[in-house]
């Protein structure tokens, strides 16, 4: 089964295809945009990327963090110079986040802007990297420093590609499935992943409906990341971002609960969601809290004080100014673990 899930956006519209198989639509888009000539940046197999039905050069990618930088995107571009790619014919990208953030940051470049067709083939860049048009690459001072606003003109979430991915990468995007449960999405555990996938979809396209740019109502999205980043780092990316976010998320419960936002049963449902997914809910056993909180208030929602996205009596919103006191009362009432433990766990 197929389902379709438009992004709402005037004239940069376009939808979302979920299900298995939907790669082979990829020729149906491009002959609908015109194009005559497509670029297909693939970290897959060669087998993997579907037929375009126009004249095309395929490119290796590789995902990863290390490859998700400028150099990359200039040698892509000289790639669609050399092959004679214009601008209205296309770029196709198929991969894990990275690659579609990279290939995405390259069709907003080229020839300021060409139009790019995602085929996202991990669990995460499903549910979130590849739909609402943010595109970034890394610079050696940090993470996502350098990108555009990009949309795609079809993202194809071909959930055949998920059958070769790693346990870990596959909690890694539940992770970001979980949180859904608590901005909007509503109860999704007990459905197929497929419609998992396609509600976490359908949530994210109409958050970017309503702030594309990331100016408001696009920080619902961060629920559980403030924790979930200053995590990442303070274990040297020894969590996936998914997981890290999944501890932050049970975190996000503690603190409203702390906050009197939240009543304990909600404060308890954080735990059983996230649990749910057999994804960690416990601290790294030996991660200070005074280091999470001055990493927290680097955060970009901390624009004054301490901001978290918590629960509350009107649904999830930006709660500025939080008392570093509250926070580090909901810290403290966060389980603990040793690293190794939390990462067995998900790996079991
Ligand atoms: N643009 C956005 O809005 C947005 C949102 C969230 C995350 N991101 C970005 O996405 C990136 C993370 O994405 P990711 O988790 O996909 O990372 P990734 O691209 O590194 O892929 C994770 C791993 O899964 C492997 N993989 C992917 N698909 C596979 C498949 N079908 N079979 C087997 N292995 C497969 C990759 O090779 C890699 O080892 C980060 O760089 C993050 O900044 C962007
Ligand atoms: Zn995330």
Known sequence: MTTTIPVRLGERSYDVLVGPGVRTAVADVIRRLGAK????????????VPDTGVETLQLPARDGEPDKRLS?????CGEFVRFGLTRSDVVVSCGGGTTTDTVGLAAALYHRGVAVIHLPTSLL???????????????PEGKNLVGAFWQPSAVLCDTD?????????????????????????????????????AASVTLKAGVVAEDER???????????????????LATGFGLRHGEAVAIGTVFAGRLAGVLGRIDQSRVDEHLAVVGHYGLPTALPEDVDP???????????????GLGFV???????????????????????????????????????
Not at 72 to 76: D, G, N, S
């Open 37 to 48: 000539r497509a670029v297909v940046v693939s970290a897959r197999p060669k087998e993997w």
């Open 72 to 76: 990359t995107v200039e040698a892509l």
């Open 125 to 139: 860049a499903q549910v979130d990297a590849s739909v609402g048009g943010k595109t970034a690459v890394n610079l």
């Open 161 to 197: 590609y998920l059958s070769t991915l790693p346990r870990r990468e596959i909690l890694n995007g539940l992770g970001e499935i979980a949180r859904c449960h608590f901005i909007g999405a509503g109860d999704l555990r007990g459905l197929p992943l497929e419609e998992q996938i």
């Open 214 to 232: 990331d100016s408001g109502k696009r920080h619902l999205l961060n629920y559980g990341h403030t924790l979930g980043h200053a995590l990442e």
């Open 290 to 304: 005074d280091g999470l909180v001055r990493q927290m208030h680097r955060d970009k929602k901390a624009l004054s």
């Open 310 to 348: 918590l629960d509350g009596p009107a649904g999830a919103e930006l709660v500025t100014d939080v008392p570093e006191d509250a926070v580090f009362r909901a810290l403290a009432q966060m389980p603990r673990a040793p690293l190794d433990k939390l990462i067995g766990a998900v790996t079991a």
